[in-house]
């Protein structure tokens, strides 16, 4: 079983400097932070949540291998993201650079 934990929204007028990194740095921080909580919700001014899951229901040993998370949203970008996503996987099984 899993203990969740409800953190509340940091008001951005505390945040008071930026932080800059590599996208490779930040997309370890993010899959080790949803790992971590089981769930972080992305609120996004104006637009619908993100919800991102690092443990769900189902999910297989090749997820893990792979580090694999689920977003939901009912943004429709993420369709478009998906087929993209989709394009560049049959890219590097094609050139035989799958991981």
């Keep these: 079983n899993l203990i969740t934990k409800h953190l509340e929204k940091i008001p951005q007028s505390i945040l008071k400097n930026k932080y800059c990194c590599e996208w490779e740095l930040f ?3 993010l899959y ?25 229901r ?3 040993l090749n ?19 998906e087929k ?8 590097k099984i094609e050139e035989g650079f799958s991981n």
């Excluded at 909580?37 to 637009?47: A, E, K, L």
């Excluded at 291998?65 to 993420?78: A, D, M, R, Y």
Aim: glycine share 6%.
């Design 84 to 91: 993209d996503l989709s394009i560049l996987n049959n890219i």
């Design 58 to 60: 189902g999910k297989k």
């Design 27 to 29: 997309n370890r921080f």
């Design 32 to 56: 080790n932070l949803v790992i971590t909580f089981g769930t972080i919700i992305i609120d996004i001014p104006n637009s619908p949540n993100l919800f991102l899951y690092g443990i769900w």
């Design 63 to 81: 997820d893990w291998e792979k580090e694999n998370l689920k977003i939901l949203s009912s943004n429709p970008i993420l369709k478009r993201i």
